[in-house]
Nanobody, 113 residues
Framework: QLQASGGGSVQPGGSLRLSCAAS????????MGWYRQTPGKQRELLAY???????YYTDSVRGRFTISRDNAENTVYLQMRSLKPEDTGVHYC?????????WGQGTLVTVSS
């Protein structure tokens, strides 16, 4: 499993940085992605980063979130800025394409005043 961490409660406009550590085998050979699930909705892809550091962002987070990877630490990060209430949800990391057995518990982000 891939365990995400770094969630918490922030006010609108705040920032958080999420982390996800993986084994070297998983990390070195895969595109890594961040996903969010909110009640009543399917889990959605927010951003991904390839092994050669090309990135993709969904429209709702582009310009506010930054995905990065630390190859020495086998860790992928999601820097979240200018957070909005609609960013609230459980955030997960996984590879692309996803592996069902890699879903961890996720980390909850709550954006509320």
């Amino acid at each position: 499993q891939l365990q995400a961490s770094g969630g918490g409660s922030v006010q609108p406009g705040g920032s958080l940085r999420l982390s996800c550590a993986a084994s070297k085998t998983i990390f070195s050979f895969n595109t890594m992605g961040w996903y969010r699930q909110t009640p009543g909705k399917q889990r959605e892809l927010l951003a991904y980063i390839t092994t050669d550091n090309r990135t993709y962002y969904t429209d709702s987070v582009r310009g506010r979130f930054t995905i990065s990877r630390d190859n020495a630490e086998n860790t992928v990060y999601l820097q979240m800025r200018s957070l909005k209430p609609e960013d609230t949800g459980v955030h997960y990391c996984n590879i692309i394409p996803v592996r069902t057995n890699y879903w961890g518990q996720g980390t909850l982000v709550t954006v509320s005043s």
